[in-house]
């Protein structure tokens, strides 16, 4: 098998710096930079080839732009939070400038029994609900050809080793993907070694919102007038917060999703939910 060429293996390790935020101090963003990457290579290399052939001495006393041969501008356009953070866990293996959970937590907390962080010291046997998110997944064959899943549920605190047998894997395969969210009930199995993990009983999806996961808001295309609208706009009012909302407008079996602006950002409570069921409906809530 032959190697990957010097220029692709180095743009593949700069590519993974830049999405670890090596690069950050530069003020760019990380998107911006990965652009940015292919036309920045290309201007090293024609640099370096000129160099070698003593073209660049006159060059060098000029700066790029009036040399004509500007260097490549960064576009100033940035990922997301939540595909940031996705990209730092491939690239290092955690979370570095955020965790999915963080904003998150005290509303997973609410539904669940013990967070992931506790289960090492609820006894053997124990069977309860905790929650996070599931990474490191591993699909296994059992003896009688029955496949199950290993992986691990992950919170801010803790992450602990869960193991999901061929008949409950099969009914909630759909749910336990890496990077999803979900809450768990399950048996607390302990190890000779002292840690625990945990035999999954039911899985359940965690639809919480945070700065990371806007709260969703779904209306009837054809049902919306002015109105409804200016009445929309006065309850996210009342609910100031730091949750962006967008508009998934609905009709027949076309979607489009709208973003609201910052300016109406919402704090997720029961007050709000009630007001937005009263004024749309009960299904118009959801999880982007």
């Known amino acids: 098998m032959t190697s990957a060429p010097a220029s692709t293996r180095n743009k593949r390790v700069l590519e993974a710096l830049i999405r670890a935020g090596a690069f950050d101090s530069t003020g760019d963003p990380r998107r911006g930079m990965l652009e940015a990457l292919p036309l920045a290579m290309a201007d090293g290399e024609r640099r370096r080839k000129d160099a070698a052939h003593g073209q660049g001495g006159l060059f ?23 595909t940031l953070l996705k990209a730092e866990k491939e690239a290092l293996g955690l979370y570095v400038s955020a965790h999915p959970l963080q904003g998150l937590r005290e509303q997973l907390r609410d539904e669940i029994e013990i967070p992931v962080g506790a289960l090492d010291d609820a006894g053997d046997g124990a069977v309860t609900w905790t929650g996070g998110i599931v990474s490191s997944t591993q699909k296994r064959v059992s003896k009688n050809g029955g496949v199950w899943l290993l992986f691990r549920l992950e919170d801010v605190d803790g992450a602990i080793e869960c193991r999901a047998w061929p008949k409950v894997y099969d009914e909630y395969r759909d749910l ?30 965690f639809s919480g919102v945070s700065e990371y996961h806007p709260l969703e808001v779904v209306l009837d295309a054809a049902c919306v007038r002015p109105e409804v609208i200016d009445d929309l706009r006065r309850v996210l009012a009342d609910f100031p917060g730091h949750v962006p909302v967008v508009l998934q407008m609905v009709r027949g079996e076309q979607r489009a999703r709208l973003r609201v602006g910052d300016g109406l950002r919402v704090d997720p409570v029961a007050g709000l939910y009630a007001e937005l069921k009263a004024l749309l409906g009960e299904s118009c809530i959801g999880v982007g």
């Open 176 to 205: 336990l993907v890496d990077d999803a969210i979900v809450k768990v009930k399950g048996r607390v199995e302990k190890r000779a070694e002292g840690d625990s993990v945990l035999g999954v009983i039911e899985v359940v999806k």
């Open 60 to 82: 060098d006393l000029v700066t790029p732009e009036e040399s004509g041969h500007p260097r490549p501008s960064v576009p100033q356009t940035e990922y997301d939070q939540t």
